[in-house]
């Protein structure tokens, strides 16, 4: 099998022989692979992580994650982004004023493990549980908007139709048109993608909603509540901490969302009509 990297960052080719099983018909083809490489994370000059992520859009990606570590409150706040591919992956360098720098800091200090699970420099476990800030953005919407929004999700996944492995998170106005979608083969990592994607185009979370082909566990709950978008819809289910984070901050929440039906896991302030 050989490999051939493509002129974009996000797949390359694969050669492969296709096995009949259940019908025959061997061949040797060509599929492509999405990108899966280290990214370390430096803040200020400071080793703050690594990440397994699709390098693309990498801009919009350290915007999302500096939002979501708490390390910048707007993206105005980052003095510079530089991309570097080095041996093995890639260098992602954020530069922040000095007081922010202190904040990163202080948070790599504490950083107990270098994932993208969301408990990244959480040394017990209230702080896990520590109380999300409410809720407060209403939209009017409804089922239509839903589905128009899963309906025509494929049409911004270019990298998934090519390579069938990674996830996306769209951004949809309240009546189901997505204005906004990043990919990655890390669920979390497409939602900081997305996020920093918003925060550079100075599209407020607060006017719509979140698509996302993934499962919805708790730390995407917290990462759009954080945001400041009032309704996530998933594609596959939630799990227990993730409705209870959800039903705390107010956040109204849609499971399971097919094109035929969807689960109304949370919706407080009766959004969808």
Same mark, same amino acid.
């Given at each position: 099998?050989?490999?051939?990297? /493509? *002129?974009i960052?996000?797949? &390359?080719? +694969?050669?492969?022989?296709?096995?009949?099983?259940?019908?025959?018909?061997?061949?040797?083809?060509?599929?492509? &692979?999405? %990108?899966?490489?280290? $990214?370390?994370?430096?803040?200020?000059?400071?080793?703050?992580?690594? *990440?397994?992520?699709?390098?693309?859009d *990498?801009?919009?990606?350290? $915007?999302?994650?500096?939002?979501?570590?708490?390390?910048?409150?707007?993206?105005?706040? &980052?003095?510079? &982004?530089?991309?570097?591919?080095?041996?093995?992956?890639?260098?992602l360098?954020?530069? +922040?004023?000095?007081?922010?720098?202190?904040?990163?800091?202080?948070?790599?200090?504490?950083?107990?493990?270098?994932?993208?699970?969301? +408990?990244c420099?959480?040394?017990?476990?209230?702080?896990?549980?520590?109380?999300?800030?409410?809720?407060?953005?209403?939209?009017?919407?409804?089922?239509?908007?839903?589905?128009?929004?899963?309906?025509?999700?494929?049409?911004?996944?270019?990298?998934?139709?090519?390579?069938?492995?990674v @996830?996306?998170?769209?951004?949809?106005?309240?009546?189901?048109?997505?204005?906004?979608?990043?990919?990655?083969?890390?669920? @979390?990592?497409?939602?900081?993608?997305? %996020?920093?994607?918003?925060?550079?185009?100075?599209?407020?979370?607060a006017?719509?909603? %979140? /698509?996302?082909?993934?499962?919805?566990?708790?730390? +995407?709950?917290?990462?759009?509540?954080r945001?400041g978008?009032?309704?996530?819809?998933?594609?596959?289910?939630?799990?227990?901490?993730?409705?209870?984070?959800?039903?705390?901050?107010?956040?109204?929440? $849609?499971?399971?969302?097919?094109?035929?039906?969807?689960?109304i896991?949370?919706?407080?302030?009766?959004?969808?009509?």
């Amino acid at each position: 099998m050989g490999y051939r990297a /493509l *002129m974009i960052s996000d797949k &390359i080719d +694969l050669s492969v022989r296709r096995l009949g099983l259940g019908e025959p018909g061997d061949a040797e083809l060509t599929r492509s &692979i999405a %990108i899966e490489a280290p $990214v370390s994370v430096e803040v200020g000059g400071i080793a703050y992580a690594v *990440m397994m992520a699709t390098p693309a859009d *990498m801009e919009d990606y350290a $915007v999302g994650f500096a939002l979501g570590e708490g390390l910048i409150e707007t993206a105005d706040q &980052i003095g510079r &982004i530089d991309v570097h591919a080095i041996e093995g992956g890639w260098a992602l360098r954020i530069w +922040l004023p000095p007081e922010r720098n202190a904040i990163a800091l202080d948070r790599a200090r504490k950083r107990v493990s270098e994932s993208s699970c969301g +408990l990244c420099g959480i040394e017990n476990i209230e702080e896990v549980l520590r109380p999300l800030p409410p809720v407060t953005a209403r939209i009017a919407t409804g089922r239509d908007a839903i589905a128009t929004a899963l309906v025509t999700l494929g049409d911004h996944q270019p990298l998934g139709r090519a390579t069938g492995a990674v @996830h996306a998170a769209a951004f949809c106005s309240p009546d189901g048109t997505i204005r906004l979608a990043r990919e990655d083969v890390g669920r @979390h990592n497409a939602l900081d993608k997305l %996020i920093g994607a918003m925060a550079r185009a100075g599209t407020d979370p607060a006017s719509g909603f %979140i /698509l996302l082909s993934a499962r919805c566990s708790y730390e +995407l709950v917290e990462k759009t509540v954080r945001a400041g978008c009032p309704m996530l819809v998933t594609v596959s289910a939630p799990t227990s901490l993730a409705t209870e984070r959800a039903v705390q901050a107010g956040l109204t929440l $849609v499971a399971l969302a097919r094109t035929d039906s969807a689960l109304i896991v949370s919706d407080p302030h009766g959004m969808i009509a």
